[in-house]
């Protein structure tokens, strides 16, 4: 196995593959609207602390577990556990990570369906014109056509697994180099075309005034959650792509970067998207439906509209395609390293998820109408599609970080991250108290809050 063993060609491979993995779909619209709606600039504030003392100690923990485990999730935390004499449970955490990810692709690659729908529709017919009615009619007859969701849920799954299949070096970070030097040009473009066409005053007034009174403690909560969502840390994935790090890259430089260009793709994307939205005067809070419909309505109306609209999707696609293959990476990586060819271990890995994305495509038509747990207040109308979200998003990513924060905190010997992160006493000590206490605390309270446990409506 180890003259198998697969490496990131270069740190800049590695830093763009893990910007990648970290930008999804959420990344274009959910960070500004969420911090449009509450407070802007204290939002921000809030959510910048979510990333010093929940996202950046959990990152630093993943990848160091993973180059030193130089496996997948489940053999490195059990390779680290092993030297400590730790039981071996520990590697459940893994195996959750692999299991969430899992699930999130199945119903992540539906909506990445939805973007290239979009993109080869608007390339072909252009932007529809008339109505906000004609708009919505679109995008309702893909929903309702279990078919043609199916047949583009299979397209993304595809392109996803053949970047996947071809490797570390000559796959994920050959596409990486290319897709985020395109993803990024196309956010550049389309903010300018967006500062010309929109109203920009509206749109970063909206984005990044403080408003302190705005900044409750259900807020913060929610600020600092959106940053440990958005990344995806708790995941493990960063275990998996720390596996394949050459030891002179310097992990820490990694997460900084990684963390960076994240929320940079995230406030540029928001300098994309509002100003159209507030010179139009759509709704920012519409979510999908802004992406889908409202915002193809209004770049109909504009100069060279079919253009900036098919830009759009082109991006979003880039977007889902990148975070998806990280995702895809994590059973074919434990399939990989147990014996299997990398592309057996692809094709049997995207195959099922592909299948258990059909829940998700039925949610939206055949299944419109049932609710599984119906009996239950809170999930009274959430269809399949609703609680696979809420249970990845809400249970199992939070029960991942706060495994990993105990593993590394209160079960591994410090020299483990001192040695893989290169820190000092000081740095070492700070994030073992990170680990210990603050970041345990915060993904509960977090939890909590997106479970409407502290604060039910």
Not at 216 to 238: D, Q, R
Not at 268 to 274: I, K, N, Q, R
Not at 300 to 314: H, Y
Not at 356 to 383: D, H, K, M, Q, Y
């Amino acid at each position: 196995m180890h003259e198998k063993r697969e490496y990131w060609s270069s740190r800049l491979g590695f830093i763009l593959a893990t910007i990648g993995s970290a930008i999804g779909l959420g990344s274009i619209w959910k960070f500004p609207y969420e911090v449009g709606t509450n407070g802007g600039g204290a939002f921000v504030l809030c959510y910048l602390l979510g990333l010093g003392v929940i996202v950046f100690p959990l990152m630093l923990v993943e990848f160091a577990l993973g180059r030193h485990g130089r496996a997948d999730a489940v053999r490195s935390i059990a390779a680290a556990t092993a030297e400590s004499a730790a039981s071996r449970r520990w590697r459940a955490v893994g195996a959750l990570g692999i299991l969430t990810a899992f699930l999130i692709l199945s119903f992540y690659s539906v909506i990445g369906g939805w973007t290239l729908a979009y993109s080869i529709d608007t390339i072909s017919s252009g932007l529809p014109a008339g109505t906000a009615d004609d708009v919505k009619a679109r995008f309702d007859a893909l929903l309702a056509s279990p078919g043609r969701m199916v047949a583009y849920h299979a397209a993304f799954m595809a392109l996803t697994a053949f970047i996947v299949a071809r490797g570390i070096a000559g796959g994920i970070e050959a596409a990486c180099k290319i897709l985020m030097p395109i993803l990024m040009a196309l956010l550049v473009v389309l903010s300018i075309y967006a500062t010309a066409q929109g109203d920009l005053t509206a749109a970063l007034r909206f984005l990044f005034a403080v408003h302190v009174s705005d900044i409750t403690a259900k807020v913060a909560l929610e600020a600092v959650g959106l940053g440990f969502f958005s990344i995806g840390v708790g995941l493990a994935i960063m275990i998996t792509y720390g596996a394949y790090a050459a030891e002179d890259i310097n992990l820490r430089t990694v997460a900084i970067a990684t963390i960076m260009g994240d929320t940079a793709v995230s406030c540029l994307a928001g300098l994309a998207v509002f100003p159209i939205v507030f010179a139009e005067k759509l709704d920012p809070a519409g979510g999908p439906g802004l992406m889908f419909v409202t915002l193809p309505l209004a770049f109909a109306r504009l100069p060279l509209g079919t253009l900036a609209g098919i830009a759009f999707f082109v991006l979003l696609a880039i977007a889902g395609l990148a975070s998806a293959i990280s995702l895809l990476e994590m059973p074919v990586a434990y399939f990989h390293q147990r014996g299997w060819p990398r592309v057996t271990a692809t094709a049997i890995s995207a195959a099922a998820c592909w299948l258990l994305g059909w829940i998700s495509v039925l949610s939206f038509n055949r299944w419109a109408a049932w609710f599984p747990l119906g009996g239950i207040p809170e999930f009274r109308t959430a269809t399949w599609f609703d609680l696979l979200d809420q249970l990845t998003s809400n249970m199992l990513l939070p029960a991942g970080g706060l495994g990993l924060a105990i593993l590394a905190g209160w079960v591994l010997p410090p020299s483990l991250l001192v040695h893989e992160l290169r820190l000092s006493r000081g740095g070492a000590a700070i994030l073992r108290v990170l680990l210990r206490y603050v970041v345990p605390c915060a993904i509960v309270l977090v939890a909590l809050t997106s479970l409407r446990v502290l604060w039910p409506r």
